[in-house]
């Protein structure tokens, strides 16, 4: 047989018969066959573990590349829960808020018109008011003053905003700013609540 290459032993070829072993080839490390043909794998590969599987041996236990590979994959999908959960992976984005509809804004106009073209509903007090002054009186001051685009709270206090409102009410009226609802304001009061 020429053109073989000489591999050792028990050399296989799978296009060529195998050799029975010789004398030499048959010490104490080798395994002699009875029947020569039937021999398929090499004697060195025999001795491993069965199934061909390597074994590697880490802090004096032995490991199957099988069981490597399983704690490896598992290693790593223990590192990858840790950094989901720590939130590694998601966007520097905050979590996008519940969608709500949006609520209609609320306007407040408010028109300030000359007492001429106003057409207001409130009255005028029936006595004379003066800075200080509470109640009921006050607060239909207040009411006919924010009618006529002179607004202020309607709560029965004759405070700084009433007295203003009445200063600017008079100064209108060409009247003194006292911010006194004497007799003459009180008279262009209803005046321009009539109107």
Do not use: H
Not at 2 to 26: I, M, V
Not at 103 to 129: F, H
Not at 163 to 174: D, L, P, R, S, W
């Amino acid at each position: 047989m020429e053109g073989r290459q000489e591999g050792g032993p028990g050399y296989d070829d799978w296009f060529d018969e195998p050799e029975a072993p010789t004398e030499t080839q048959s010490g104490a490390n080798r395994v002699v066959y009875e029947d020569a043909e039937e021999v398929w794998v090499l004697p060195e590969e025999e001795e491993g573990r069965p199934g061909g599987q390597r074994e590697i041996v880490i802090g004096g236990r032995a490991f199957t590349t099988t069981q490597l590979a399983i704690i490896g994959l598992s290693v790593l999908a223990i590192f990858f829960a840790i950094l989901a959960a720590a939130g590694v992976f998601s966007s520097g984005k905050a979590a996008a808020p519940p969608v709500t509809p949006p609520t209609k804004p609320v306007t407040k106009t408010v028109t300030t018109t000359t007492p001429a073209n106003t057409t207001p509903a409130a009255t005028a007090p029936s006595q004379p008011l003066s800075p200080g002054a509470t109640g009921g009186q006050v607060k239909t001051l207040q009411q006919a003053l924010t009618a006529l685009g002179y607004p202020v709270t309607a709560d029965g206090d004759y405070g700084p905003a009433t007295e203003t409102a009445v200063k600017n009410f008079q100064t209108a009226k060409g009247l003194t700013p006292d911010g006194v609802v004497g007799p003459v304001t009180l008279a262009e009061l209803q005046k321009a609540l009539q109107g």
